[in-house]
């Protein structure tokens, strides 16, 4: 098995991955680590132990898509061939060839399971019993179909909106689906972009446009209840910012 391991900073530089609890991200850097040369791991609630992580992390990671868990309790890291290239001659199949056959690989490199179940880990509770950090109950994190979810018109409506040109990738995906798994609706999607088309044209954060921010990172990222249920302002009234210097 190789020994170096890679991250690309198409994956752990994004909102989506820097919104999880700093736990949760150590743990994905170690399962990443102590993955096989095909992104196997087969002992995660071992590296969640020596990360110093909890049952909630493992959780996140698997609700957010970053790992695929499997029934026989082994994961794959979701987008492992985006991070790592293991020369031909420094690779070692992996020993889950069952696991294996689930998965196909994606135009863009990523794992996806063939057939989508439901993990028997120890580790994913279902969301429905009770209430967990991250605030939503298994009938908002359960992970739904893509077929209903309509990625194309909500891009196209932001770009019809705001004027800008996005392509339905699966960065934006990741986050439409996010909400989308939290049972927002189309209507939802649409009122967000409108409210923040309003607000934001013509306006400046720290000096800059705030047009900028009209993009599906920011508007369908973890502020996305915020946006959709503030009051309209009138042109005169104050802008309020949150720590980050972003208007809610």
Request: aromatic share 12%; hydrophobic share 35%.
């Amino acid at each position: 098995m190789a020994q170096r391991r890679m991250f690309s900073k198409k994956i752990v530089e994004t909102d989506f991955f820097m919104e999880m609890s700093p736990t949760a991200k150590l743990l994905y850097f170690y399962l990443n680590m102590s993955a096989d040369d095909d992104g196997f791991v087969g002992n995660p609630k071992t590296i969640k132990l020596i990360s110093g992580a909890t049952d909630d992390d493992l959780k996140i990671l698997i609700a957010k898509q970053f790992i695929i868990p499997f029934d026989s309790g082994v994961i794959v890291i979701k987008d492992w061939k985006i991070h790592n290239y293991i020369q031909k001659d420094r690779y070692n199949q992996t020993q889950y060839l069952d696991e294996k056959k689930q998965l196909l690989v994606e135009e863009n490199g990523t794992y996806t399971k063939c057939i989508q179940d439901v993990s028997s880990l120890d580790t994913q509770v279902r969301l429905g019993k009770s209430k967990d950090r991250l605030g939503k109950s298994n009938n908002t994190m359960s992970d739904k179909s893509d077929d209903v979810i309509p990625y194309s018109e909500i891009i196209s409506y932001l770009n019809e909106k705001a004027g800008r040109s996005f392509k339905t990738t699966e960065a934006h995906k990741r986050f439409i689906k996010a909400r989308w798994n939290e049972d927002y609706k189309l209507d939802d999607f649409k009122r967000v972009v409108d409210n923040k088309v309003a607000d934001w044209t013509g306006k400046t954060i720290n000096g800059q446009p705030a047009e900028k921010y009209l993009q599906p990172s920011t508007l369908f990222g973890t502020k996305f209840d915020n946006y959709l249920n503030q009051a309209p302002m009138r042109q005169e009234q104050a802008q309020p910012y949150d720590d980050l210097g972003l208007p809610f």
